[in-house]
Protein backbone atom coordinates (compact mmCIF):
# COMPACT_ATOMS: atom_id res chain seq x y z
CA UNK A 1 0.00 0.00 0.00
CA UNK A 2 1.34 3.33 -0.87
CA UNK A 3 0.09 6.40 0.85
CA UNK A 4 0.20 9.31 -2.18
CA UNK A 5 -1.59 12.40 -2.69
CA UNK A 6 -2.53 15.15 -5.52
CA UNK A 7 -3.15 12.50 -8.11
CA UNK A 8 -6.29 11.74 -10.01
CA UNK A 9 -8.31 8.70 -10.09
CA UNK A 10 -6.53 7.45 -13.83
CA UNK A 11 -3.31 7.01 -11.86
CA UNK A 12 -1.73 3.83 -12.84
CA UNK A 13 1.80 1.77 -11.48
CA UNK A 14 4.27 0.46 -13.50
CA UNK A 15 6.62 -1.87 -12.09
CA UNK A 16 10.18 -3.47 -13.19
CA UNK A 17 12.42 -6.14 -11.83
CA UNK A 18 16.02 -5.02 -10.94
CA UNK A 19 18.92 -7.02 -12.23
CA UNK A 20 20.24 -9.21 -9.60
CA UNK A 21 24.57 -8.29 -9.44
CA UNK A 22 26.74 -10.26 -7.65
CA UNK A 23 26.49 -11.18 -3.70
CA UNK A 24 26.39 -8.10 -1.38
CA UNK A 25 26.19 -6.12 -4.41
CA UNK A 26 22.27 -5.21 -5.66
CA UNK A 27 22.29 -2.84 -8.88
CA UNK A 28 19.36 -0.22 -7.02
CA UNK A 29 20.62 2.67 -9.08
CA UNK A 30 19.73 1.53 -12.55
CA UNK A 31 18.46 4.32 -14.86
CA UNK A 32 14.45 4.24 -15.44
CA UNK A 33 14.79 3.57 -19.52
CA UNK A 34 16.78 0.36 -19.24
CA UNK A 35 13.91 -1.04 -16.82
CA UNK A 36 11.21 -3.30 -18.71
CA UNK A 37 8.15 -1.63 -17.12
CA UNK A 38 5.00 -3.79 -16.65
CA UNK A 39 1.60 -2.04 -16.16
CA UNK A 40 0.30 -3.81 -12.84
CA UNK A 41 -3.32 -3.58 -11.33
CA UNK A 42 -4.32 -1.33 -8.79
CA UNK A 43 -6.73 -3.18 -6.12
CA UNK A 44 -7.50 -0.49 -4.42
CA UNK A 45 -7.52 3.19 -4.38
CA UNK A 46 -8.65 6.42 -2.47
CA UNK A 47 -7.93 10.15 -2.18
CA UNK A 48 -4.40 9.27 -0.54
CA UNK A 49 -3.14 5.92 -0.87
CA UNK A 50 -3.02 2.98 -3.99
CA UNK A 51 -2.71 -0.78 -3.31
CA UNK A 52 -1.31 -3.01 -6.13
CA UNK A 53 0.21 -6.87 -5.69
CA UNK A 54 3.46 -7.94 -7.83
CA UNK A 55 2.04 -10.19 -10.37
CA UNK A 56 2.70 -14.13 -9.74
CA UNK A 57 4.35 -14.04 -13.03
CA UNK A 58 7.79 -12.13 -11.67
CA UNK A 59 10.18 -13.31 -10.32
CA UNK A 60 11.16 -12.59 -6.81
CA UNK A 61 13.41 -10.31 -6.28
CA UNK A 62 14.37 -6.30 -5.60
CA UNK A 63 11.57 -3.82 -7.91
CA UNK A 64 10.83 -0.45 -8.92
CA UNK A 65 7.62 0.94 -9.39
CA UNK A 66 6.90 4.39 -10.43
CA UNK A 67 3.31 6.24 -10.61
CA UNK A 68 1.83 7.20 -14.41
CA UNK A 69 -0.55 9.85 -14.26
CA UNK A 70 -1.38 12.60 -16.84
CA UNK A 71 1.85 11.62 -18.64
CA UNK A 72 3.88 12.56 -15.75
CA UNK A 73 6.09 10.10 -14.11
CA UNK A 74 7.12 9.78 -10.48
CA UNK A 75 10.48 8.91 -9.36
CA UNK A 76 10.89 5.50 -9.25
CA UNK A 77 10.91 3.56 -5.41
CA UNK A 78 12.70 0.51 -4.70
CA UNK A 79 10.77 -2.52 -3.12
CA UNK A 80 12.27 -5.49 -1.31
CA UNK A 81 15.77 -3.44 -0.91
CA UNK A 82 16.74 -3.29 2.84
CA UNK A 83 19.49 -1.43 3.63
CA UNK A 84 22.16 -3.93 4.98
CA UNK A 85 24.56 -2.96 7.84
CA UNK A 86 26.13 -6.55 8.49
CA UNK A 87 25.49 -10.01 6.85
CA UNK A 88 26.30 -13.24 8.20
CA UNK A 89 26.37 -16.51 6.29
CA UNK A 90 27.09 -19.94 7.39
CA UNK A 91 30.06 -19.08 4.94
CA UNK A 92 30.45 -15.47 5.99
CA UNK A 93 30.09 -13.22 3.16
CA UNK A 94 28.40 -15.99 1.31
CA UNK A 95 25.85 -18.49 2.03
CA UNK A 96 24.80 -22.05 0.70
CA UNK A 97 22.01 -23.38 -0.64
CA UNK A 98 19.06 -23.94 1.95
CA UNK A 99 21.48 -22.84 4.82
CA UNK A 100 21.08 -19.88 7.01
CA UNK A 101 21.59 -16.48 7.27
CA UNK A 102 21.04 -13.23 8.95
CA UNK A 103 20.71 -9.39 8.21
CA UNK A 104 20.82 -6.61 10.40
CA UNK A 105 19.89 -3.48 8.82
CA UNK A 106 16.06 -1.28 8.13
CA UNK A 107 14.34 -0.78 5.21
CA UNK A 108 14.75 2.10 3.06
CA UNK A 109 12.73 5.86 3.49
CA UNK A 110 10.09 5.77 1.19
CA UNK A 111 9.70 8.83 -1.05
CA UNK A 112 6.44 10.02 -1.68
CA UNK A 113 6.48 10.47 -5.58
Known amino acids: MLRVGNISKDAKVRLALLKDGSAGNAKLFTKPVELKWTAVGIMQRSESTLKFI ?51 GKLPKIRKP
Open 54 to 104: IPSTMEMGIYAFRIVDRQIFSDPVHLNAPVCWWFQGDQGKTVSPGLWFAIV
